[in-house]
C-alpha cells in the first residue's frame, strides 16, 4: 500500500509518516522546506523516516504531482504555511499559495487517481475562531478570526466540493493545537520549554487565562489513520485535554523548575478559547485519545532536551 505525505519534514507530517512506515507501509514524502522556521528541525524530523521512503524536496506548487501521487491509496495533506499571528499583511500571499492553491493542485490531480481510497486533509480548529458552543461541534458555522483561519477553511471547503463534484474521497481533520516532540518551534509549548530549560524569559500573550483543547502528536496520529481507514467528511480531532495557559505553565514549572515569565498583550486572531465536541469521531471512527496533558508535557520535555 503506498501513502503520500505532503509536509512530510514538518511536525505532523513527519510523525504520521514515521507511524505508517513502522506499520510497513510504502511511504512517499514531499516538502520543500519553506523558510518558516529552521531548516534543520525539519532535517531532524526525516532522520526518523526509515525503511520504504522516497522523499521529494520539492513544492507541491511547482512540481509535476504526476511521480509523487503515481499508485497512491492514502494521501495525508500535511503541508501547509502553519501559523496564526504572521498571517495578517502581506504574508498572506504565502498562506494562500500554500494552503490554499496547493490544496486545490492536490485536489485536482487526485480526482483522475483511480488507486485512491482516501484524501485525508489537515484543518484546524482555527476555522471556529471564537466558537459560540463550547464543547464545539461539527455542526458550529465557522467564523474564522486569522488569515490563517479562512485559508485553511478555504481548503476545507475544497476537499468537501471534490468529494461531492467529483467523488474524490476526502476527509477533514480539524486539529485542536497539537502538541509533543517535534513540535514547531513557533508554538507556544515549544516556546515555553525551551525557555524553561535555558533560563530564559517566557513570553505570554494576555493573561494567561486563553483556554486550549490540546491533543498529543500520537493521537493526531492515529485520528489520521483512522480517517483513512473510514470515515468521510469533517472531523474534529481534540485530545479532552483543556487546559489554560496558566495551568500549563504551572505544570511546566513542576518539570523544569522556577520560570521567569513575562505578559505581553493578547495578540490578533488569538481564539479566547477551544474545545472540541469529539462525539462524532468516536462514534464513526472509534477514535478516542490516549494521552493526558500532564504526560505529554513530560514527553515534549524530553524530547527538547535532546535538541537543545
Ligand atoms: N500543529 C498544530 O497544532 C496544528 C493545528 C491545526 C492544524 N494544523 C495543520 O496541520 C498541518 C501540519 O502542521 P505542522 O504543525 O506539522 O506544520 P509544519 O510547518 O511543521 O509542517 C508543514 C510542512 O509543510 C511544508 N510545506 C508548506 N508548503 C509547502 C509546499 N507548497 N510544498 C511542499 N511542502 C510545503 C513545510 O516546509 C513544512 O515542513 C498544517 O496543514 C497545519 O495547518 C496544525
Redesign the pocket.
Known amino acids: 500500500m503506498k501513502c503520500v505525505v505532503?509536509?512530510?519534514?514538518?511536525?505532523?507530517?513527519?510523525?504520521i509518516a514515521e507511524a505508517l512506515l513502522k506499520k510497513g507501509y510504502s511511504v512517499v514524502g514531499?516538502?520543500?522546506?519553506?523558510p518558516?522556521?529552521q531548516r534543520s528541525l525539519?532535517e531532524n524530523?526525516l532522520k526518523s523516516l526509515s525503511g520504504d521512503f522516497t522523499f521529494y524536496s520539492?513544492?507541491?506548487?511547482s512540481?509535476n504531482l504526476d511521480r509523487v501521487l503515481d499508485e497512491a491509496e492514502w494521501i495525508f495533506?500535511?503541508?501547509?504555511?502553519?501559523?496564526v499571528r504572521s498571517s495578517w499583511g502581506d504574508d498572506f500571499s504565502i498562506y494562500t499559495?500554500?494552503?490554499i492553491l496547493?490544496t486545490q493542485k492536490l485536489l485536482e490531480k487526485s480526482k483522475s487517481l483511480k488507486s485512491l481510497k482516501k484524501f485525508v486533509?489537515?484543518?484546524?480548529?482555527?476555522i471556529y475562531g471564537d466558537a459560540e458552543t463550547f464543547p464545539t461541534p461539527e455542526s458550529a458555522t465557522p467564523k474564522p478570526i486569522s488569515p490563517?483561519g479562512v485559508s485553511?477553511l478555504a481548503?476545507e471547503h475544497l476537499a468537501e466540493l471534490y468529494r461531492s463534484e467529483f467523488g474524490v474521497p476526502t476527509v477533514s481533520l480539524?486539529?485542536?493545537?497539537?502538541?509533543g516532540p517535534?513540535?514547531?518551534p513557533d508554538?507556544a509549548f515549544h516556546k515555553f520549554i525551551r525557555a524553561g530549560l535555558t533560563n530564559s524569559l517566557i513570553s505570554i500573550y494576555g493573561d494567561g487565562t486563553q483556554e486550549r483543547d490540546f491533543?498529543y502528536i500520537d493521537d493526531?496520529v492515529e485520528a489520521n489513520i483512522s480517517a483513512a481507514q473510514s470515515g468521510l467528511g469533517v472531523y474534529n480531532v481534540g485530545g479532552g485535554t483543556h487546559a489554560t495557559v496558566n495551568q500549563v505553565l504551572e505544570i511546566l514549572g513542576e518539570f523544569i523548575g522556577d520560570l521567569k515569565v513575562e505578559r505581553t498583550s493578547r495578540q490578533a486572531g488569538d481564539a479566547k478559547k477551544t474545545s472540541a465536541d469529539t462525539t462524532k469521531i468516536k462514534a464513526e471512527l472509534g477514535f478516542t485519545p490516549k494521552w493526558t496533558l500532564r504526560d505529554g508535557l513530560a514527553s515534549e520535555v524530553e524530547w527538547l532536551k535532546t535538541i537543545l
Open positions: 505532503t509536509g512530510v519534514a514538518g511536525f505532523i507530517g513527519s510523525s514531499i516538502d520543500c522546506f519553506t518558516y522556521y525539519k524530523n520539492e513544492d507541491i506548487l512540481t495533506h500535511q503541508a501547509a504555511q502553519a501559523g499559495s500554500n494552503n496547493a486533509y489537515a484543518s484546524s480548529s482555527s490563517y485553511k481548503g480539524r486539529y485542536f493545537t497539537v502538541f517535534r513540535q514547531r508554538m491533543t493526531a
